[in-house]
């Protein structure tokens, strides 16, 4: 059984199917990936590739936002993590939460009232 650390190319012997487990299935790397699969003419090894690394793409979240485990997943702790990580590109998909009460202020100190 493969480690769940990198892909090590004695874990793939030529012409023998893919090592187990498969945490992200290939069919849905591939339907997430069709029309630049298409253009790049990315084979089933690349899908392949492209699943591992999107699995340890998934387990770096999850270990840096936990902490390793000591804190429980939630919005707070993933938003947190993308605004100070190198993936710093996805933190507009997890903006940290602002209170409506802190946005109200906000737009009242800036003369900006809630009747326009």
């Known amino acids: ?8 190319p004695t874990d793939v012997t030529l012409f023998s199917s893919y090592p187990e487990p498969i945490i992200v299935p ?6 997430q990936t069709k029309a630049a699969r ?3 003419g990315i084979d089933e090894s690349g899908m392949y ?11 770096q979240i999850m270990r840096e936002s936990t902490q390793n485990g000591t804190f ?16 710093k590109a996805l933190e507009e998909f997890f903006p940290e939460r602002v209170k409506y009460g802190d946005v109200m ?12």
């Open 1 to 8: 059984m493969m480690s769940s650390g990198p892909l090590d």
């Open 26 to 31: 290939l069919d849905f790397v591939e339907k």
């Open 38 to 40: 298409d253009d790049l």
């Open 49 to 59: 590739i492209m699943s591992k690394a999107l699995e340890e793409f998934m387990r």
């Open 72 to 87: 429980e997943l939630d919005y707070d702790s993933l938003a947190k993590y993308f605004s100070n990580s190198e993936f």
């Open 105 to 116: 202020d906000e737009m009242h100190m800036n003369g900006q009232s809630s009747s326009s």
